[in-house]
């Protein structure tokens, strides 16, 4: 009797702070996943907005709900992986969303050998503007060139590696990529299109997610390698400002 496939357990985690205006459009690019084998965790940080009442509406559908104060998103990240029991666990927060076949991507071109996997993203602005963005494992030394929300780590990779870093407010994620890369652990890139971000939020801040970005760098980059990559950077906030013109609006100071 040929054996039946069960189908991996993957935990999102959705980390959610007085965001009523975008949430459900989160929540409900999670429940309605083409991929069924899902873990929902939202954690949402004492909101005072709304934002509670939008989730408790999917309570039925959201395996795990925590509210309450918290020490910003790396803190609400680590809440949410403490609950994750699946197998890889992805983040998507309130400002973003999924394609609908975000998940089934990932467990379709995911090997036994890889610790992380990522995709495309679809940068959104207020303006109307919009633009996909890859990512580029190969350039991580050189800044967030990961699209976080496109994400999928192995849980247990997190058992291994530890917590985000609670005393970064923007590029604590940046720092997790660069903890796994320095662990010799295996990323795979996914060409597709895995999810969208509306920009506008603390992480599309240019300057102070350019400065994070640095000081994560100086932990495990050498003096040559930080000098490259501080000039790199440097060049690029020139280029988003003159020749791209600031097309999304961002906060570039």
């Known amino acids: 009797m040929k054996q039946r496939y069960i ?11 007085n965001a009523v205006a975008t949430v459900e459009d989160t929540i409900l690019s999670v429940v309605n996943q083409t991929y069924k084998n899902i873990e929902y965790i939202v954690v949402d940080g004492g909101s005072t907005d709304g934002t509670l009442q939008i989730i408790n509406n999917y309570k039925d559908r959201i395996t795990h709900i925590i509210s309450e104060p918290d020490n910003g ?3 609400g990240f680590n809440k949410g992986i403490t609950l994750a029991t699946g197998e890889w666990t992805g983040m998507i927060n309130a400002d973003d ?45 050189l800044g967030m060139y990961i699209m976080h929300p496109t994400c999928f780590i192995r ?3 997190y058992r291994q590696i530890g917590s985000y870093d609670t005393s970064l407010k923007i590029a604590m994620d940046f720092d997790m990529f660069l903890r796994i890369k320095h662990k ?51 060049m690029n906030r020139l280029r988003w400002r003159f020749f791209y013109k600031n097309p999304f609006n961002v906060k570039l100071k």
């Open 97 to 141: 969303w999924y394609a609908l076949n975000a998940v089934e991507l990932m467990v379709e071109n995911v090997s036994e050998n890889d610790q992380v996997c990522c995709g495309n993203i679809m940068l959104m602005g207020n303006n109307g503007f919009s633009r996909i963005k890859k990512s580029k494992v190969s350039w991580l030394n």
């Open 7 to 17: 189908l991996p357990k993957i935990s999102i985690v959705t980390t959610v702070f």
């Open 184 to 234: 010799g652990l295996k990323f795979k890139y996914i060409d597709e299109l895995m999810a969208y971000m509306r920009t506008g939020g603390v992480s599309t801040n240019v300057t102070k997610m350019h400065k994070e970005e640095l000081t994560v760098m100086k932990r495990y980059l050498t003096q040559f390698n930080y000098f490259m990559a501080y000039t790199f950077n440097y």
């Open 73 to 75: 998103i790396a803190d």
């Open 155 to 157: 849980t247990e990779v």
